[in-house]
């Protein structure tokens, strides 16, 4: 989504607060199409709120999106470059809905915040993921992950930009309010290559390397993309 180009300061968007338990976190796992760390999502321990949002939202999942070159691999472009990975933290309006599934298909459900991944310095926050990825390199694996902190892969820089948008997956409803952060975090090339040696396949069939698993860019259409920076 080309960001930045269209955006306009509006001076009333708050700062974004976010408050993570490390303890809510279960497991890391290979769904074929990313791979994810899940939070236990049945109480309000792990939250986002202000920002652009009217309610608090609970995490549920991250997730990343990469290419299989550096040159690609975001799902939003600033100046109509993309970086080479994305980091997205969902979240869900438990305030108002009962559950994540219902959520998905309301306009005010989700709240998915974008961290772009530039090539850089190691980041110490991220190895702890990549050490796992080797145990879940096939599809429908899965590992135990008891204690992580997100906030370490989210930039200190208050600034973004924020959008009322879509799941860029399956079903792609227009349910999302996206916050896509401007400062990157950095991580190595070691790093990026690490997801690139996942697999979208299962154990037992033909490999096939997990890259390029982002939604090609949309049109903007009429959408006004608001920054919380002049
Ligand atoms: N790029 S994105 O933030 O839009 C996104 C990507 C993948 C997923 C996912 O399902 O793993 C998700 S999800 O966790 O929000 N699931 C959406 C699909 C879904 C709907 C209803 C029940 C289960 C999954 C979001
Ligand atoms: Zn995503």
Not at 7 to 18: E, T, W
Request: net charge negative; hydrophobic share 40%.
């Amino acid at each position: 989504h080309p960001l930045w180009q269209n955006s306009v300061y509006d001076p009333v968007l708050k700062p974004l607060k976010i408050s993570y338990d490390p303890t809510t976190c279960l497991h890391i796992w290979n769904n074929g199409y990313s791979f994810l760390v899940e939070f236990d999502d049945s109480a309000d321990r792990s939250i986002i709120v202000g920002g652009p949002l009217e309610n608090q939202y609970r995490l549920k999942q991250f997730h990343f999106h990469w290419g299989a070159i550096n040159e690609w691999g975001s799902e939003h472009t600033v100046d109509c470059k993309f970086y080479p990975a994305e980091l997205h933290l969902v979240h869900w309006n438990a305030v108002a809905y009962p559950t994540f599934e219902e959520a998905v298909m309301e306009g005010d459900g989700l709240a998915v915040i974008g961290v772009f991944l530039k090539l850089g310095a190691h980041h110490e926050g991220l190895q702890t993921l990549v050490d796992a990825l080797p145990a879940i390199k096939h599809k429908d694996t899965v590992i135990e992950f008891d204690v992580f902190d997100p906030s370490c892969l989210i930039p200190q820089c208050p600034d973004y930009w924020t959008y009322a948008g879509s799941l860029t997956t399956p079903p792609l409803t227009e349910s999302v309010t996206w916050i896509i952060k401007k400062q990157p975090i950095e991580v190595d090339e070691n790093q990026l290559e690490a997801f690139r040696m996942l697999l979208f396949t299962s154990d037992g069939e033909e490999e096939k390397r997990m890259v390029d698993n982002f939604r090609p860019l949309q049109p903007l259409m009429n959408r006004t993309v608001r920054s919380s920076f002049q």
